[in-house]
Antibody, heavy 119, light 114 residues
Framework: QLQLQESGPGLVKPSETLSLTCTVS??????????WGWIRQSPGKGLEWIGT???????YYNPSLKSRVTISVDTSKNQFSLKLSSVTAADTAVYYC???????????WGQGTLVTVSS | DIVMTQSPDSLAVSLGERATINCKSS????????????LAWYQQKPGQPPKVLIY???TRESGVPDRFSGSGSGTDFTLTISSLQAEDVAIYYC??????????FGQGTKVEIK
């Protein structure tokens, strides 16, 4: 059974960089059949797609966040990571890592991790 | 971006009665190459991640009870719960995956027991 698990600090100071890691178990992140990515959920903005990556390293990001987002992959650890720079209180949200089949919707989600931006 | 608008924002339905949620997209999510609607429905219960119920607008995910059904095409879609059960209390979201570089979700519809 595929499982995705987010990890990282739950509190980040304004203007700093949010860093999260998603560990995938029960399946290979190097599968050519799937994309992997991040979605966040905040009370004010609902569900917001952040970005998606392919195991080869190809990435694409939500244009509204593109200047601040980096998603990277470590196939040796079966993990991928999110970095969001220059955070503000508006970036406070539950962050989910997700899987998407090449031509499908997001079918597997991690449990989510709450990240609060506050000094 | 394709904007997804759900209605209503919330609804209260008696146990055993039908619940209907609508979703409208700002442009068609029907792909002409394969005649598929790139529209999914998710259920989210408190403290849990969203769970996919329906994809391709009307295909039920494995294990999803058959009281859940999806319909519609182009820009107008509906999720129907034919006989509401207590465990169906949740927030439901529609999601378009047509737009390759910007996937978007509806604002959510909260379903409660009357």
């Amino acid at each position: 059974q595929l499982q995705l698990q987010e990890s990282g600090p739950g509190l980040v100071k304004p203007s700093e960089t949010l860093s999260l890691t998603c560990t995938v178990s029960g399946g290979s992140i190097s599968s050519s059949s799937y994309y992997w990515g991040w979605i966040r959920q905040s009370p004010g903005k609902g569900l917001e797609w952040i970005g998606t990556m392919y195991y080869s390293g190809y990435t694409y990001y939500n244009p509204s966040l593109k200047s601040r987002v980096t998603i990277s992959v470590d196939t040796s650890k079966n993990q991928f990571s999110l970095k969001l720079s220059s955070v503000t209180a508006a970036d406070t949200a539950v962050y989910y890592c997700v899987r998407r089949p090449r031509d499908g919707c997001f079918d597997y989600w991690g449990q989510g991790t709450l990240v609060t931006v506050s000094s | 971006d394709i904007v997804m608008t759900q209605s209503p924002d919330s609804l209260a339905v008696s146990l055993g009665e039908r619940a209907t949620i609508n979703c409208k997209s700002s442009q068609s999510v029907l792909h002409s190459s394969n005649n598929k609607n790139y529209l999914a429905w998710y259920q989210q219960k408190p403290g849990q991640p969203p769970k996919v119920l329906i994809y391709w607008a009307s295909t039920r995910e494995s294990g999803v009870p058959d009281r859940f059904s999806g319909s519609g095409s182009g820009t107008d879609f509906t999720l129907t719960i034919s006989s509401l059960q207590a465990e169906d209390v949740a927030i439901y979201y529609c999601h378009q995956y047509y737009s390759t570089l910007t996937w978007t979700f509806g604002q959510g519809t909260k379903v409660e027991i009357k």
